[in-house]
């Protein structure tokens, strides 16, 4: 199983961007998955979740500004993120939630203030 992320960039503050991650249909159809991040110096963190059910988490700091979607046709869950903030600088991966897949290359979002 192999997860994809892509997306990410550079953005100046304010800004929006929209992270994709594919993966098999039995992940996305049939898994609870999450976005997670690691920022310069910090440990990962999830960041947002979406259950099997669609139910739908975000940490307290992003709350408002990123949610998360999940397109079971083309395999994908999304990351919307919306009024980018330079502390949102980090390397965004998807996974399972909680994470039982091997991690993949991550796609890397830098907001400049």
């Known amino acids: 199983v192999q997860l994809q992320a892509s997306g990410g960039g550079l953005v100046q503050e304010g800004g929006s961007l929209r992270l994709s991650c594919t993966a098999s249909?039995?992940?996305?159809?049939?898994?609870?998955m999450g976005w997670y991040r690691q920022g310069p110096g910090k440990q990962r963190e999830l960041v947002a979740g979406?259950?099997?059910?669609?139910?739908?988490k975000v940490v307290d700091s992003v709350k408002g500004r990123f949610t998360i979607s999940r397109d079971i046709a083309k395999l994908t869950v999304y990351l919307q993120m919306n009024s980018l903030r330079p502390e949102d600088t980090a390397v965004y991966y998807c996974n399972g939630d909680p994470v039982f897949l091997p991690w993949g290359q991550g796609t890397l979002v830098t907001v400049s203030s």
């Open positions: 979406i259950s099997r059910g669609g139910r739908i």
């Open positions: 249909q039995g992940i996305v159809t049939l898994s609870a």
